[in-house]
């Protein structure tokens, strides 16, 4: 597929050194320290000076009241570009993609992006209380305090539209526990069935216990430059093929049915030059597999509505027909606040730099991302992804 006309691509933009600081599931260490530790393992990893790190982009609930200037002073950096993104699981696709116009631009060489987040027993609530106007309004007024009342209603939605049932969203979580068990960072180390899944204890009708991520402490980070730089530093990394971000879309839709990624998902597609059955592998955001199930239909792997019997025809695993969160993704790993949006991408740099170990997907060589962030009452505002792909 030819690029659209008069829009310009991610030719030359490499993606490299991944970083995962541990998850921890609860942490008196505020989140300044995870963006710390991923910049030490970022300098390390790449055996850069920290003054060759002239563009920063932070993500994070907890960091207030500081945003990205302040981490430049709490950790001595000085770049000459700088972004805040307050876009929660939208986060790692859009600072990929923010990041990469800039070093196409010249204003910034080698860009660092980060996502982290503490979680102490207080900064859920905390980050609860100050989410949005609309959650506020819509929500806590009749004692629905969290996440989990919204997606359940989002989810019961789906499934009255789409005939999904729970045994179809449990295919996806089952299959991602699957692939946790081979990550070392991923907090969830027990093997999950599907008569586990069913049985589990009723959270919000129709969400019970394992469709619902775990709060935890951590930071997910990786840095960005030219393709040239990436090959004189001599740092594996995969080549920036195409990315997209929509923001409110889909807003005549009363419950959220569609994503936005259906939105721009031809001009993904037209600007990597590959169809959906060219990817080998897909890391979808999920922070309930409803969501994971959406992204399957808007980003072109099924028609809408076809999100259950997709999930039923296709094993999701690692070593599946269609691998899927090959890292486990939240709902097993854990969820690091806005390092969540990031998983997806230091996974995918890791499965196509060699570094995936024992959950390699075997010979891929295209990889997609998809972001999802700020749930408001009955929807998502936020959405993006990217492909990214081995150098030939």
């Known amino acids: 597929m030819a690029p659209l006309q008069g829009r310009k691509g991610y030719d ?33 990893q790449s055996g850069l000076a920290k003054a060759q790190i002239d563009g920063l982009t932070v993500s994070s609930f907890s960091l207030a009241p500081d945003t990205a200037v302040g981490v430049t002073q709490h950790l001595g950096l000085s770049p000459r570009w700088l972004d805040h993104l307050p876009t929660g699981g939208a986060s790692g696709v859009m600072a990929l993609r923010r990041a990469a116009r800039a070093v196409q631009a010249g204003d910034a060489d080698i860009v660092a992006c980060i996502g982290a987040d503490t979680n102490h027993v207080d900064s859920f609530r905390q980050t609860l209380g100050s989410f949005s106007d609309f959650a506020r309004d819509a929500t806590y007024p009749y004692g629905a305090g969290g996440p989990n009342s919204m997606f359940a209603f989002i989810t019961d939605h789906y499934m009255r539209r789409c005939g999904a049932t729970r045994e179809d969203f449990g295919r996806i979580a ?18 999950l069935s599907l008569d586990d ?7 919000s009708a129709p969400i019970h216990l394992f469709d619902c991520v775990m709060p935890c402490a951590g930071a997910e980070a990786f840095l960005v430059m ?21 923001h409110n879309a889909y807003a005549d839709d009363p419950v959220m049915l569609r994503g936005g990624w259906r939105v721009d998902r031809n001009e993904l597609y037209a600007m990597a030059g590959v169809q959906p059955a060219d990817i080998d592998f897909v890391q979808t955001y999920d922070d309930y597999p409803v ?35 090959t890292s486990g993704g939240q709902l097993s790993a854990g969820q690091a606040g806005a390092a969540g949006g990031f998983l997806g991408l230091t996974e995918t740099l890791r499965q196509l730099t060699d570094q995936a170990g024992a959950r390699a997907v075997p010979e891929a060589r295209l990889g997609l991302v998809g972001g999802f962030g700020m749930v408001t009452y009955d929807r998502c505002l936020c959405t993006g992804a990217v492909i990214l792909g081995r150098p030939e």
């Open 174 to 191: 089952v299959a991602q526990r699957s692939n946790a068990l081979k990550n070392p960072n991923a907090l969830f180390k027990k093997a």
């Open 12 to 44: 030359g933009v490499a993606v490299a050194v991944p970083v995962t600081v541990p998850y921890e599931r609860y942490s008196t260490r505020g989140a300044h320290w995870f963006i710390g530790r991923a910049v030490q393992a970022l300098l390390q």
């Open 291 to 325: 969501i994971v199930m959406m992204q399957f239909e808007d980003l072109g792997f099924c028609d809408k509505g076809e999100g259950p019997a997709f999930v039923r025809a296709h094993r999701l695993t690692r070593d599946g027909d269609f691998p899927n969160n």
């Open 197 to 203: 899944y069913l049985a589990a204890k009723p959270i």
């Open 226 to 246: 030219s393709e040239a730089r990436a090959r004189a530093l001599a740092l594996p990394h995969a080549l920036l093929r195409g990315a997209i971000e929509r």
